[in-house]
């Protein structure tokens, strides 16, 4: 069981340039989501996904695509990069809340980004 | 849409004392709120949550108040320590609809 796995770890692109962040999860959570997190702003929404083949917009949207064609995989695509999406990138997932027991959201560890 | 509000921004107590991080939530719709401690260069970790159905919940040395009627819910850490010294932030959500908003983080430093 390794949880959330976030790839790559690091990336540096140049602006206009594309790519994909892979997030992959084993633990059968229907809800997934994509944050970027910048000094001082905390974590922003980007998009989220309560199940397979159902997206949405989250606080900032802009500039990325998500699908999810499975349960276990969210990619992340940014269509042409610039360079205010170098950030910090999470991944994290979660099942539905249900009565007392405590479903938090556990986050993979991240994709530093760099755009030049 | 949903916004959350979270102070103070820094926060440097002296060992043993108590810190309380104060958040505010804009859509009475919301009925969790956990918390996340941040340590430098790693993943935000889940500390504590709390539903909208009780008001306090506690769980050693830290506990969480909400007032619905007042849209706010606050973090409360007794006798820190300097391993409590991280970011941490609050978070709303609907509960079902998977969206969870996150407040701007509380840099909190523990001092020997």
């Known amino acids: 069981n390794a949880g959330v796995t976030q790839t790559p770890k690091f990336q540096v692109l140049k602006t206009g340039q594309s790519m994909t962040l892979q997030c992959a999860q084993d633990?059968?959570?229907?809800?997934m989501s994509w944050y970027r997190q910048d000094p001082g702003m905390g974590l922003r929404l980007i998009h989220y996904?309560?199940?397979?083949?159902?997206?949405d917009q989250g606080e900032v949207p802009n500039g990325y695509n998500v699908s999810r064609s499975t349960t276990e995989d969210f990619p992340l695509r940014l269509l042409s990069a610039a360079p205010s999406q170098t950030s910090v990138y999470f991944c994290?997932?979660?099942?539905?809340?249900?009565?007392?027991?405590?479903?938090?959201?556990?986050f993979g560890s991240g994709t530093r980004l760099t755009v030049v | 849409g949903e916004n959350v509000e979270q102070h103070p921004s820094t926060l440097s107590v002296q060992e043993g004392d108590s810190a309380v991080i104060k958040c505010t939530y804009s859509d009475s719709a919301s009925n969790y709120f956990p918390w996340y401690k941040q340590e430098l260069g790693k993943r935000p970790q889940l500390i504590i949550d709390?539903?909208?159905?009780?008001g306090e919940k506690k769980d050693q040395r830290i506990a969480v108040t909400l007032n619905k009627t007042a849209k706010h819910f606050s973090l409360h850490i007794t006798e820190t320590q300097p391993e409590d010294s991280a970011v941490y932030f609050c978070a709303a959500s609907k509960g079902q609809g998977g969206k969870l908003i996150f407040g701007q983080g509380t840099e909190l430093s523990v001092k020997p």
């Open positions: 633990m059968n959570h229907e809800y």
């Open positions: 996904s309560v199940g397979a083949g159902i997206t």
């Open positions: 709390i539903r909208s159905n009780v």
């Open positions: 994290a997932s979660s099942f539905p809340l249900s009565g007392d027991i405590r479903y938090g959201y556990t």
